[in-house]
């Protein structure tokens, strides 16, 4: 019976092609804690505080759901049908008393057990055995969480730190290049004093006024 869990639900197979002698029985489903199913008697009416979801599981030790007619589990299969029933679905009715037989969250990990009743009236007629323990899923506690690195982790840690000396080296080695870029600037920048220009001096020539040309 035992499927798919989680935190607070779990899946069975549909009891198809086990009631078929039992056309006019509903079909119940029991849900215990693993420790109270050898105390749980068949006789228990469903829809009553005796079996109601909302008290389990203390003072009540097993409570009854998913009640359907055997119209609901024909057998064989016909294509397409899903046949699954998923326990612990509902929240809407979790704390509504006036519908004791709500499919609810289970309230805790278990481990559970769970069967299937066939009631005429309030009358058993047939049933099945107890499916094994189904023990639900769990969050791991904080304290339990280890905080020294897997291997996984010390893996990133290594690349972590390979990346982070090659970048040390490429700033290294950029500073450096500015660094003698800067010198080189300021080497070659060196101002030089402009040639003075010299200009010679020349003296005058005087010019004498000749005497005129006798004609």
């Not at 899903?82 to 509902?90: D, K, N």
């Not at 080296?169 to 040639?195: H, R």
């Amino acid at each position: 019976l035992e499927g798919v869990t989680t935190g607070s639900t779990f899946v069975l197979d549909q009891p198809r092609c086990v009631f078929e002698d039992y056309g006019n029985a509903v079909i119940w489903l029991v849900v215990t804690l693993d420790k109270d199913a050898p105390s749980f008697n068949n006789s228990a009416e469903p829809g009553t505080p005796e079996t109601a979801f909302q008290r389990f599981p203390d003072p009540v030790r097993a409570y009854m759901t998913l009640n359907a007619t055997l119209g609901s589990y024909p057998c064989p299969k016909p294509a397409g049908d899903i046949t699954v029933l998923r326990v612990g679905s509902e929240t809407s009715c979790a704390r509504d008393e006036t519908r004791p037989t709500c499919n609810g969250p289970l309230p805790g990990p278990g481990p559970y057990r769970v069967k299937f009743l066939a009631l005429e009236g309030s009358v058993p007629v047939a049933e099945t055995a107890w499916s094994m323990p189904i023990m639900l899923r769990t969050a791991k506690p904080p304290s339990s969480i280890s905080t020294t690195g897997s291997g996984h982790n010390a893996g990133m840690i290594a690349i972590t730190t390979i990346l982070s000396i090659l970048f040390a080296i490429l700033l290294a080695g950029l500073v450096a290049m500015l660094v003698f870029w800067g010198s080189d600037s300021c080497g070659s920048s060196t101002l030089s004093k402009p040639e003075s220009v010299s200009v010679r001096r020349y003296n005058t020539h005087h010019v004498y006024d000749q005497p005129a040309a006798r004609l």
